[in-house]
Each structure stands twice: as C-alpha cells, then as structure tokens.
C-alpha cells in the first residue's frame, strides 16, 4: 500500500488522492457537499498551530475543516 | 405572479444575478417559521411581471441545514428556475444541477464568473452542454452584465430537460460531463493567491488579522466622526437649532407640549444631548450621533463580508473558539452584534448545536455591545481620551473571554468542529455593497428612529411623574453601594431595557465622573439585553434558556461592576 496519511499529516502544497473517510453518514454527506469524497485530488493549503483547522483545496475550492475530522480522512500522496 | 426562483451553491454571485434583475424595490424577508432569508424582487419581461427570489444557498437538494430545508420547500412553490453555476466549478455546481432538473421544471442555466474562466485557463463547451442537459446555458458575468440581457429574453422560454440517470451514479454522471465539456488549462500560482494563502498562514495570518481589525476600527471611527463633525452636528447646530427656538418662542417657551417637543432649553440655547425634546434629542440621538457610525459600519462590514475574508478569520481564531465552546464561525453573530445585537442573535442559528447557540447568544448579548451603544459611549466617554473608552471596552472584552471559558466548563453539550467553505478573495462588486449597505441603512432607521422617540417620551414622562426620583431611592443600596454610582443613573437603567442608545445618553445630563461614566457605560452593555433583542433571544433560545442566560448577565454584571468600582477607585 502506498503512503497513506491523514490530512493533518500533509505538509502544505502536498497533493494526494482521497481514499477513505473514516467517518459516520452525517460527516460523509458534509464532505461530499463541498467535493470531498473518495478518489478526488486534493492539495493541502495550511495547518493552524495547536491543532487547529487545515485548510485544503478540492477542485479549484478551498475548505476549513477542523483538526478531528481533519485526521480522519486519509489520503494517497502522489 | 409567476415567480422566479435564483438557485444554486453559495459564493456563486446569486446576489450579484438578483441585484441585476431586478430595481431598487427588494425586501429581505424570512422564511414563515425560520430566521433564514431570502431576498425578493421583480422583473418586468415583455410586459409580464415576474417574482424573483434570490434562494439561499445550497449545494444539494437532500438538505444538511435550516437554510437547505428552506431552500428545497421555496424549490416547490417556484415557477421558472435560474440556476447560477459557478462556470470556474463546474463539477461541483452540477451535482445540484442534475439534481434540479429532475424536478421537471423550467430551467435555465446561468454560467456565471464567466470571465474568471478566461483568467483561469479554463475552456467550456457550452453548446455541448446545453445538447446533453437538453435546457439553455448562458455564460454571464454578473459583475460587468455581459449575459443577463441574454438569460432575461430567454427565461420566459425556459425548457424542460428530459436528462435521466441513476441517483447513486450522480457523482459518475457529473464527471462524464465535465471531461465532455471542459477543458482547464495549466495555471500558475498567481500574486493574489500567494497574498490569500498567507492571510491564513499559522505564522503570518493572526498579524495580518490584527493588522485588518485595527484598520476596520480606524475607518470606521474616520468616517464615523465625520460624518458627525462635518455634516450632522453642523447640520443640526446651524439650521435645526434656529427652528426649534423659534417653535419654543411660538409654544411660549415652556408647558407640557412645548417639553414634550422641545424638552428644557438652557441659558437660551438647545444642548441637542439634553433637553429631552422629541424633535430635539429623539432625532439628533439617532440621526446625528448613531447614524454616522452605523452607516461606517455598515459599510466596512458589507466590504468584509464580500471580500471573502471572514471565513479566513473564522479558521485563524478556531483555536481561541474552541475555548469559549464555539468554533470560528461564531465571530461572526459577534461581529454582526457589533452592528446590532439582533441581527447578532439571529445569525447564532449558524452554530449546529443546542450549547454552542447558547454560549453564542448570550456571550454577544452580555460582552458585544451594539453600534448605536459604541456611538454614543464614543460621544460621551471619547472626550476623556482613548484611555478611558479603552477602560470600558476593554472590560467588555475580558468579560467575554472570561464567561466564554466559565460557560463552555460548565454546560453539557458537544461543540462540533469547523467546516466552511472558503471563497476566493474577491474585489466586492461595488453597485451590489452599496445596494446592501443602502438596505442595512433603511432597516436600522426604520427600527431605530420610533423607539428613540419612544424612549425619550418615556423618559421625559417618568421625570416629570418624579417615578424616576422614587426608583432610584429604593434602589440606591445597590446602585452606590456596589456599583458606586448615583442615585441618579437609575433613569439610565430603566430606560436601558428599552434602547441602549438613549440610555447612554440619559447618563450626560447627570455630570458624572470618569469613574462613574465607566462603570455606568459597562453595567449598560452588560446588565441586560434591549426589547428587541430580547424579543429575539426568546424565540430563538427558549424561555429555559433565555431565564439561564438572563440570570448569567445579572450575576456577572454584579459582579463586574462590583470589582470596577473598587479597582477603578484606586486610580481614579
């Protein structure tokens, strides 16, 4: 298996392709809404210190998402 | 009349669509039974009139919020839709596209930031598209209003697409016909994204976010005290004045109506601040001290708002939320209580849970004083210096921190985490900010200016009855014992329940010291919310809750004024 890592993982301006969201319908559908789902590019943009938000883009859009649900979609870096 | 329905995600210049259609009469309106709103004008086409309703945001029609349920519901009562497509996201903004024209209604497809695609190296085949939907696309560019002339002469022959497929295969649908259809180009790292990716840098992006909120504080009391420098208090001191004096000599300068209109003239001139005149405090409160700084506001926000940043500062100070209970979004209901506390307390419905509207709205109602109390405190504290309005708000913020963090320990209930879309920055459109701000500006004059009057009628009633004198004796224990203030000040907090404004100036007549001025100006902020925003928490905490947060801002005002008198007493 390639390298798999969370977003929170990621360092800024690296690229990987989805590939699993370990998460509950309710947080599945939230994603799924901005473009975050399994088998999109996405490109990280920024951390925050002390575990806060990170920051990505999806498809020319970019998204805040906390550090929780954050570290809980996994990603395949090119 | 047959309505227009303006659908699609967020950020893709529905607004900007809606303000191009339709004139100058818009209203904002609720939803019956929400808070969520939605704009509604009119279109004249060939002689027909047309409703256009500029429909919140959505992304997909299986709704995730308040604004989505309504979204879908207004979605049944439409007659012809107009879906405005962000042409730059294409893959995205199909998914409630394909959604909509299941529906079978006419539909129109609006391709809108049409030019950016030419910045941004991205080819569309539009004919194409327009084959497989089966329904017209047009490309527009709301902005400049190429192609709204084009969407309006074809609304009214809006087809119904025939486009069939399989829910659970959407997602492979919309990717079929965005590799049919669009063709993006190799793009470099531009200036301005380079610019927009340190604003929220870890390291950079709290400095520039100080930086901006200084420089929002500064224009807004720039153009604030301008306004009231150059324009309303000459205004008021050379035209109106001279009026009133000959009305006071016509009315025989005193009896009931002529105090009742004109209030108490001192030494043969007018002191707009104190005479308590409906024609003389009740309009220059609003129009000559209030106004300038809520139009400053208005104006600075609505550029905020539509530059893109706010969702940038929501994911900076995520953190600190998080302390308080809340998530970064929640500086938002504070900001916009900056303006006025309800619009504040409406705008809490964009926390999801039950706890994080709780810590929200009451945080706002006790901490976030409104703009008509900033300008009037500015008025009467300004003058003893930055130092002394620096005590007041300054106290309001820590007040803020501090409960923030009380609360969030001792409520129940999850915070969930932040999850927001970020828009690009964008140079706001500027005939649309001023048509919001124009909006803004209506609202508060229609809401503010009655209860003005209403409060210093009231006022005015309540001194010459002599209940004022009789309510500060029975509670002068707390009034000088803990909060260190006159009797006297009583008038303020009575009124204070009314308009916070009017009690603010209610404290000028009484020459009060620095020290009291303080103090009395805190407790006003604090103690407990207008009618109107009371009204508001009401209906959108429950009365539970609203008694819990009401009993919150009686203690710490207590409490907060208590330690003020002492600590202030030391220095001043």
Known sequence: MANLISLVEMTPSMKGIVVEIEGGYGMIRKLDALGIREGVEIRKISSQLMRGPVMVEVERTQVGIGFGMASRILVEIK | MPKILLMGNPNVGKSVVFSRLTGVNVIISNYPGTTVEFTKGSIQIKGSRYDVIDVPGTYTLEPLSKAEEVAVKMLDEGDIIINIIDATHIERSLNLTLQLLKKRKPITVALNLWDETKHTGIEIDVDRLEKILGIDCIP??????????????????????????????RWHEIGNITKEIQVVGHRHHTIIERIGDASVNPILGLPIAAIILYLTFKIIRFIGESLIGYVFEPLFENLWAPVMLKLSALLGSSGFIHDILIGRIVEGEIDFV?????????????????LPYVFAFYLVLSFLEDSGYLPRLAILIDNLMHRLGLHGLAIIPMILGLGCNVPGALSTRIMETKKQ??????????????????????????KYGSNALLAVFGTLFIVWIILGILINKFSAGISPEIFVEIPPYRLPYLIGLSKKVWMRLVWFIKEAVPYVLLGVLIVNIL????????????A????????????????ALVIGFLRKDVAVGMLAPLSLTLKELIIASVILAMYFPCVATFAVLVKELGIKDMLKSALIMVISTFLVAGILNVVLGLFL
């Open chain 2, 274 to 290: 104190e005479s308590l005149g409906l024609l003389t405090t009740g309009l220059f409160v609003p129009i000559a001290m209030v």
């Open chain 2, 476 to 491: 002068e224990p707390i009034i000088s014992g803990v909060f260190g203030l006159r009797k006297e000040t009583v008038v």
């Open chain 2, 140 to 169: 527009t560019c709301a902005i400049t209003g190429e192609g709204i002339k084009k969407l309006v002469e074809k609304i009214k022959d809006a087809k119904i697409s025939n486009y069939n497929y399989e829910d659970k295969e």
């Open chain 2, 463 to 474: 001194y010459s009855l002599d209940i004022i004198d009789f309510l500060g004796r029975v």
């Open chain 2, 357 to 382: 509207r709780f810590i929200c709205a009451t945080l706002m109602a006790i901490a976030v004083p409104c703009m008509a109390q900033i300008a009037m405190i500015v008025g009467l504290v300004g």
